[in-house]
């Protein structure tokens, strides 16, 4: 079995307001190994509706990996740590990736039957 075939995995993408918040929850998730690794973007320009206003602002990305089965301990710690209310939480499966790079995501998050 290969390691697509037996753990899916997925790429989550957080926006933060600031650069401090990105890298001390993206330092937090990959140190508490709810995710392999991180990577921050920004800025960037963002905007938006909020209760029921047009706004813009400058946000940071910060893109998670992670086995899928990991998403909902990664999504509850986000909340827990994020200082939206309403935080941007959007994961994306993986459609394929090099066998050796879903191994070392799925040990690096302590999960078995990858590989």
Same mark, same amino acid.
């Given at each position: @079995? ?13 926006? @933060?307001?600031?650069?401090?918040? *990105? ?13 392999? *690794? ?5 800025? @960037?320009?963002?905007? %938006? ?21 990991? %998403? ?11 200082? %939206? ?20 995501? *799925? ?6 039957? *990858?590989?």
């Amino acid at each position: @079995m290969t390691p697509e075939q037996s753990v899916p995995f997925v790429q989550v993408q957080v926006a @933060m307001p600031d650069d401090v918040s *990105a890298h001390e929850i993206c330092d937090t998730l990959v140190r508490e190994r709810l995710a392999a *690794a991180g990577q921050i973007l920004g800025p @960037m320009r963002s905007s %938006y509706w909020w209760r029921g206003e047009f706004s813009v602002s400058h946000e940071w990305l910060c893109v998670l990996i992670l086995p899928e089965l990991r %998403y909902p301990e990664l999504e509850r710690r986000i909340v827990e740590l994020h200082p %939206y209310e309403v935080p941007e939480i959007v994961a994306l499966p993986f459609v394929r990736g090099s066998p050796d790079y879903l191994r070392w995501i *799925a040990a690096e998050t302590e999960v078995e039957g *990858a590989g």
